[in-house]
């Protein structure tokens, strides 16, 4: 008699392309991440990854473009995959060099491994905020307001940087050598910092419906530590001009 | 141990390699300020990487045999140089992202906020590296002497950069 775990039993995807790696990726992470360790077949797997990031932000990005409607979809679901894809190519270089000075020579890793366990690691973000999108679609048709969608979309992109971090940790834990974790850490405060600047010059993301004008990215005021540098000025009640523009002036 | 296969092979190319990574920062540092602060700044870092290791190195090496635990004088020299091609390393890594975060903000003390904590940060590596090569593999290890250097080191190194960074 067949029971219902025979009937329901379906045999993994894995082996059967960019699908057979987002279902590792899922249902098998510690496989994954052998594959990873023993550089097996990196380069598909990093082509997979990379497509995977790009759609996965692509729908979380026109999820929140939505909000206004009209090209700020087609703008969110560009930038999005950009700033996770760019700034994972900016700090990856980092790990390596990082493990090549802090790890003993029979525990350093390769680039390409350091390059798939951070794509790893962002594509499983990257799944998890692209299922949050109902969620965020749910807020948006209650009626809720501009600073409310802002806090859910904030806790959403949370979840999936955590769901991320775990899966870099549980990377960085496979190796030998303490000088990994140290890497580890360094990689991660500096993925923020750069993640933080380039969110902040490609912005606007959510943008408000009444908002006539939806630039692609706004001029380059500053960084996001010049802003927080200014806010933190300001409340300390020092300007640097004379009064904040009006809405109007800005047009 | 104390000496990169690369160096063994190929002294120049080791050279060059060795000091890209300060070039590149130092790059980095002048990028708000246009081309001839840029070059200017290239240049310079390197030259205080050299020259403080230059004047500093024999210091460690006296302090070491005064504790009865140097190596011999070429390995000091050895390691030193191999430290500072760990520090070329970092610092060629940290060099894409100290050009964007100080490429996109508009405040010319950017290069500053970023630039000095990611030397510092190269630095501190190198001279783990430094004593791990010297150290490692000897039953003593003057850790409180060599601690007492590398905060000499980087004085020297901070001082001389503080004065390029105030030019402007």
Known sequence: MSTARELLNVEPLSGAGPLGTVDQLLRDRPGFLERIATERDLASTARALILTIAVSAAIFGATIGAYRGGTQILFAALKLPLVVLLTAGITCPVLTGLSRVLARDAERSSLQQDLALILSALALGAIVIASLSPLVLLVMSSGAGYHTVILVVVACCAAGGLASAGLFVRGLLRRSGKGHLVSGALVLVLFAIVGAQLTWTLRPYLVRPRATEVPFVRALEGGFFDAVHRSSASSRGVFFRDEAPLPEEQR | ?168
């Not at chain 2, 120049?12 to 790059?27: H, I, K, S, Y």
């Not at chain 2, 390393?89 to 970023?114: C, I, K, Y």
Request: aromatic fraction near 6%; charge should be positive.
């Open chain 2, 1 to 168: 141990m104390n000496v990169s296969p690369l160096a063994e092979r190929q002294p120049v190319r080791t050279l060059l390699f060795t000091l890209a990574g300060p070039v590149a920062a130092g790059a980095c540092l002048g990028l708000p300020f246009g081309a001839a602060e840029l070059i200017s700044r290239s240049a310079c870092v390197p030259v205080i990487f050299l020259a403080v290791a230059l004047v500093t190195v024999p210091a460690l090496y006296v302090v070491s045999a005064l504790s009865s635990a140097a190596p011999p004088a070429q390995v000091v020299l050895q390691s030193a140089g191999a430290a500072l091609e760990d520090t070329s390393v970092v610092l060629l890594s940290l060099a894409p992202a100290l050009a964007f975060l100080v490429g996109t903000s508009v405040d010319p003390e950017a290069a500053t906020r970023f630039g000095v904590p990611a030397m510092l940060l190269a630095t501190v590596l190198g001279l783990r590296s430094l004593y791990q090569r010297l150290y490692a593999d000897r039953q003593k290890r003057p850790l409180l002497s060599f601690t007492l250097w590398a905060c000499l080191f980087l004085g020297l190194c901070g001082r001389m950069l503080a004065l390029i960074l105030s030019d402007h």
